[in-house]
């Protein structure tokens, strides 16, 4: 059994079709990337996933449970968390406090108010913010605010953590730094599906990859096989 | 037969003032982002203008030549000014809104304030046209079906300027995407600001009209039509001016059928208007041409 | 527990100085100054009105227009069940009438509402005042045959203790919900709702409920304000420059707290009863506009938002010179 699955999803917008009969899965323990030129429809995937958007047809799938059109705050109680690709902080909210409504609203074995902040705090040290602990989310980086939505995504003590773009506008270094937390994030057992363009990233750090373009679905499989993908190859050469 | 006459160009009355209202506020929400609630205080003053000048002597038809640049000043002026500046400190979209409609309340308490100090608060009217003219044997104030054919064509000849015209192209395409049209060389500023005056200048025009037809009065008459035209642009969409147009009409038509129902009568023509829009936020928000 | 030196100094100003001016001021009755007791009796409906306001408003940026609305219902409900003649309940049942009667109300409002974009939020609270009103007008006329309702006249004493009490509950009830997960679910939803959503917080639940209960404040504070004025009907009751008022106090004072509204409160009642009893009383609703447009320009965190600012920005020198 697939831990998520998603089967001939297809939304659109106006006249335009953002995705296409997509189907796809991951499998728990899995990191899924998912890649595509821009405006492929990945983010739009994204949003079907975690219920931002409701599919024109097609169902998805999560523990054998169909969770089409369910509402964003169901999914994330289910165990699905994401990070978004413009940083949706909290701007004028502690970076603890970021962290600890989802810890309070988005954990559904409901943690009291002691257990949550220890939890946002012991995240926090996860990802290396302990020490912005008591700042508004505003005054960081975007670098660290990102670390801010990955905190936060994991509060609710996801199964499945869908990371939108993670390392766009990072340095060498921190894109480095991101892979590894990525991996440790993975290690505590929890399943990812990542949109990246670094390509760097996505080749080393995904058991599996998917492309997209232009809404549909042109390639599958390990990253070996998609580098040699000559579909693949044309789609990002010939934009 | 004589009741749907009635009801029909009662409604086309009612609506082509609705109309006129309506588009005018659109223009303000759907392009430069004010939910304007002082709408109906223009709608006032425009008609307090049109009283004025008729009390020394000007056709109050030939009034909507002064009324209209008038108001379209005065708008274009408050928009340069309060909205433009409000927008530029506004972090995302959602601050704008709520702050330009808090500034906008407070223009509607001062501009109601202005005129109520000046004209005070008792009605004011005076006739003008006070015919009759029959269509299908029925009788029809010629007034009203002056006003009426006005509003209408106004409605028209803004809408006409809005999609052909180089302006109306730039307002469309702040409308659509500030950001982007400015970095075309629209001058989003200046463009944003005609807009708020252009709506500005409908309300004060339809002000006028609705003067030649009823009486007027300045603590009370803004607020219903502002009520009215946010109801119109729902029903229409969001946006879409030509929504607002037919929008306007259709409301206009319901009031109307409603006011000769028997038991219901002309008090409740606006609580329908609410049923309506309690029906749209239930099942289709979008509207009629919303985007 | 470790309960430090600073914590306690902390807890005294935050409970203790609250709770000394409440005891003042339910003494103040006994000495017998009507006149202060009636400008005391103003503020406090409004400290009502802009402290309600401000819990939901105030923290989810849905800008609510209705306040007139829910006042109005908690008036017109003393209007039907606290007739000067015939059989009522006692006012305190009243009081929770007109209050439930308001959440029920406001309730119904934000789940049509709320569910979609803040816009039509505004836009629709806007009008809601009006349409009660003209509904009750026609109800009133064409069914019962009636211009308007008496209600049983209370003493300014009673109305200053209920008003105390029921401002005393407004302010406690806003203070546990801002400390509170509740609280902080608000103000997630005010910072970026979507992502809130997103996170695990049911934002139509939490946006609906809070709205109902900023309602049943200004529906109870209705009730009592029916019992001064004894004259009903629906134009008395449901007049807009009541929802316009609320919003003005909090954003003068500042939003952000709940002292903000407080003080926005006190200063602009106090305004109102100068100018309505001077030769000004024809430019009040000039003077108010204009400080809502120039607080909307210069001072967006209000007065207390300023207040705290110049108080950073001194102890801040203060520190650096130290």
Redesign the interface.
Same mark, same amino acid.
């Given at each position: 059994m697939h831990l998520l699955e998603g089967n001939k999803l297809t939304i659109n917008f106006g006249g335009l079709t953002a995705v296409s009969e997509v189907d796809f899965y991951v499998d728990k323990g899995d990191i899924l990337g998912l890649i595509g030129p821009n405006g492929a429809g990945k983010t739009t995937l994204f949003n079907l996933i975690?219920a931002?958007l409701t599919p024109k047809s097609g169902t998805i799938t999560f523990k054998s449970r169909n969770i089409t059109g369910v509402?964003?705050?169901q999914?994330?109680?289910l165990g699905i968390?994401?990070t978004?690709q413009t940083v949706?902080?909290?701007?004028?909210?502690t970076v603890l406090?970021n962290v600890?409504?989802?810890a309070?609203?988005?954990?559904s074995k409901k943690p009291s108010?002691a257990e949550?902040t220890k939890a946002a705090m012991d995240l926090l040290e996860f990802v290396g913010l302990v020490g912005a602990a008591g700042i508004p989310a505003r005054g960081l980086t975007l670098g660290n605010q990102k670390r801010i939505e990955v905190a936060?995504?994991l509060?609710?003590r996801p199964e499945l953590l869908l990371l939108d773009e993670l390392m766009a506008g990072l340095n060498q270094t921190e894109i480095a730094e991101a892979m590894d937390l990525v991996r440790k994030i993975r290690d505590r057992g929890v399943t990812i599906i990542m949109i990246e363009h670094v390509m760097k990233a996505i080749m080393n750090v995904c058991d599996r990859i998917i492309v997209l373009n232009y809404g549909k679905k042109i390639a599958e499989g390990t990253p070996q096989e998609i580098a040699n993908s000559k579909i693949v190859v044309e789609v990002y050469l010939g934009e | 037969m004589d009741l749907l006459i009635k009801i029909v160009i009662g409604g086309l009355i009612l609506g082509g003032i609705y109309s006129l209202v309506s588009m005018g506020l659109s223009l303000q929400y759907g392009v430069a982002r004010v939910l304007n609630i002082a709408h109906g205080e223009f709608l006032m003053i425009g008609a307090f203008i049109t009283f004025w000048l008729q009390e020394n002597g000007v056709d109050p038809l030939l009034s909507i030549l002064i009324v209209g640049p008038a108001l379209f000043v005065i708008g274009f002026i408050l928009y340069r000014t309060v909205f433009t500046s409000i927008r530029l400190r506004s972090p995302n979209p959602g601050v704008f809104e709520s702050n330009s409609l808090l500034a906008a309340f407070g223009f509607f308490l001062i501009v109601q304030n202005i005129a109520v100090i000046i004209w005070g608060t008792i009605p004011h009217s005076y006739s003008y046209l006070g015919g009759t003219v029959s269509i299908g044997g029925v009788a029809f104030q010629e007034n009203r079906l002056v006003a009426a054919a006005f509003a209408l064509a106004v409605g028209i000849i803004f809408y006409i300027f809005i999609a052909r015209s180089r302006t109306g192209k730039a307002i469309r395409a702040a409308a659509q995407d500030a950001s982007t049209a400015s970095l075309m060389g629209v001058n989003i500023n200046t463009t944003l600001a005609l807009c708020f005056g252009f709506g500005a200048a409908m309300a004060g025009i339809a002000g006028s009209l609705i003067s030649i037809c009823f009486p007027i009065q300045t603590n009370v008459m803004g607020l219903g039509y502002t009520v009215i035209a946010i109801v119109v642009v729902t029903l229409g969409g969001l946006g879409s001016i030509s929504g607002s147009f037919i929008g306007g009409l259709i409301l206009g038509i319901v009031g109307s059928a409603v006011s000769y129902t028997k038991w219901l009568g002309s008090d409740l023509a606006v609580a329908s208007y609410y049923v309506i829009f309690i029906l749209l936020l239930l099942l289709r928000p979008k509207g009629l041409l919303g985007k | 527990m470790d309960f430090s030196k600073r914590d306690w100094k902390k807890a005294f100003i935050t409970a203790g100085i609250p709770v000394i001016i409440l005891v003042v001021l339910a003494f103040f009755p006994m000495y017998g100054w009507q006149y202060g007791i009636t400008l005391f009796n103003h503020f406090l409906l409004f400290v009502v009105l802009s402290v309600a306001w401000t819990i939901f408003s105030g923290t989810t940026g849905y800008i609510s227009l209705a306040t007139a609305a829910f006042f109005g219902i908690g008036i017109y409900a003393a209007a039907l069940v606290y007739p000067s003649v015939g059989d009522r309940y006692p006012l305190f049942v009243v009081v929770l009438i007109g209050a439930a009667a308001s959440f029920v109300l406001a309730f119904i409002v934000g789940a049509i509402t709320l569910r979609l974009k803040g816009i039509y939020f505004a836009m629709f609270t806007f009008g809601l005042v009006l349409i009660v009103r003209e509904l009750l007008y026609w109800y009133e006329i064409t069914v019962e045959g009636r211009r308007g309702r008496i209600v049983k006249f209370e003493g300014n004493d009673t109305i200053y203790y209920y008003l105390l009490a029921i401002a005393a509950v407004t302010i406690l009830v806003a203070y546990l919900i801002k400390r509170s997960?509740f609280g902080? /679910?608000l103000?997630?939803i005010g910072?970026?709702e979507?992502?809130? /959503?997103?996170?695990?917080?049911?934002?139509t639940m939490v946006k609906v409920f809070t709205y109902a209960v900023s309602a049943f404040f200004m529906g109870a504070v209705g009730v009592i304000m029916a019992t001064k004025w004894s004259y009903v009907d629906p134009g008395v009751a449901f007049a807009p420059m009541m929802s316009f008022s609320p919003v003005l106090m909090a954003i003068f004072g500042g939003f952000g707290s709940i002292y903000g509204p407080v003080i926005g409160a006190v200063i602009f009642s106090y305004i109102e009863e100068i100018l309505k009893t001077g030769n000004w009383s024809r430019y009040y609703m000039l003077i108010f506009g204009t400080i809502l447009v120039v607080t909307i320009l210069f001072l967006p965190s209000g007065l207390v938002g300023l207040i705290q600012n110049v108080w950073r920005r001194v102890m801040g020198r203060r520190r650096a010179s130290a």
């Open positions: 975690s931002t509402k964003p705050y999914v994330c109680r968390a994401r978004f949706k902080i909290f701007a004028n909210m406090d600890r409504l989802a309070l609203f988005g954990d108010e949550a936060r995504a509060a609710s | - | 997960k902080l /679910a103000q997630s910072e970026n979507e992502a809130a /959503a997103h996170m695990g917080v049911n934002v």
